[in-house]
């Protein structure tokens, strides 16, 4: 039987192997440094890091050295990597400095990078030497060495998310994309009206942009389909704003069947677009919105008669 999970719900909700659909880079940088977003611009900055690095620069061997890059595509995306961890890199006297840990694998040892200790300890997820954990995210290959830089961890029967599909860090704050504005009140979304829909195809990936130039980013996916006479389409799915889907912790694999039920809405002239009120996958229906169209991030609902 299919499981219901209202996205209202804070829960990390995750469909599958969630791949890579467009390229990211991240500094390997120091607390202030500008880790970039996904390669539309810049994320922000903060005390803790932003990126893929440690507070304090620590780079792959435990020594400290200059920030570096490393562009996070599905060229350099492994999908599940099994190992034990051996040792943490960092001061053994001090749990905030251990970001790092060295796994053994079939291959031979490499570096996991994983988050800021604040952010590890805030998900109760411990980790510890010898624990056997599976790792998915990207290579990448940083002064001859190579780093894997994790999306997420899983340990016995628990996964921690560390990275949605873009790579962009969970503990991060907002991120940049050029025509689009970072304040949540110029979100814009156009009114679920008409009839609803359900349409059936692949997934193509999960990605940022907004609706109209300077409003609020939305978390959008396009549906890979065929029209009546069996020609391919492709459709733009919206589910919410940028946020909302951060704060659950959302992350939808590419590449995969679901069937969506929805509006198709006009935006301008030339644009349509389909607003999402549930996803359904073989394992799971992912709901948005209630039966009436009113989105879950939106407390004040109509009165019913």
């Not at 749990?95 to 079939?106: D, H, I, P, R």
């Not at 156009?190 to 359900?198: H, L, T, W």
Request: charged share 15%.
């Amino acid at each position: 039987m299919k499981r219901w999970l209202a996205i209202l719900a804070i829960a990390i909700l995750t469909v599958g192997a969630t791949m890579p659909v467009q390229a990211g880079k991240r500094g390997n940088g120091n607390g202030n440094g500008n880790g970039s977003g996904i390669n539309h611009g810049n994320g922000n900055g903060n005390g803790n890091g932003n990126g893929n690095g440690n507070t304090d620069g620590t780079v792959v061997n435990g020594t400290t050295g200059t920030p570096s890059e490393c562009d996070l595509t599905s060229d350099n995306w492994v999908e599940a990597l099994d190992g034990t961890i051996t040792a943490f890199l960092g001061n053994p006297n001090n749990e905030k400095s251990k970001q790092k840990f060295v796994m053994e694998t079939a291959d031979g040892n490499i570096a996991v990078n994983t988050a800021p200790w604040w952010f590890m300890q805030a998900q109760a997820f411990g980790l510890a030497v010898d624990d056997e954990v599976t790792v998915s995210g990207w290579t990448c290959v940083e002064d001859d060495e190579t780093t894997f830089i994790a999306m997420s961890i899983t340990k016995g029967e628990e996964t921690i998310y560390l990275r949605d599909g873009l790579g962009h860090p969970m503990w991060s704050g907002a991120r940049s994309i050029p025509g689009c504005g970072q304040n949540p009140d110029r979100y814009f979304l156009p009114q679920y009206e008409g009839d609803e829909q359900v349409l059936e195809g692949t997934t193509g990936g999960l990605y940022l942009d907004c609706l109209v130039h300077g409003s609020y980013p939305s978390f959008m996916v396009s549906l890979n389909g065929e029209d009546a006479d069996g020609n391919p389409t492709v459709t733009t799915l919206v589910l919410g704003p940028q946020w909302y889907l951060e704060y659950q912790r959302f992350n939808l694999a590419a590449d995969i069947p679901v069937m969506v039920t929805g509006v198709s809405v006009q935006v301008d002239e030339e644009t349509f677009v389909f607003l999402v009120r549930k996803i359904e996958t073989e394992s799971a229906v992912l709901v948005f919105r209630d039966e009436t169209g009113v989105p879950f991030w939106q407390t004040v609902r109509p009165l019913t008669p």
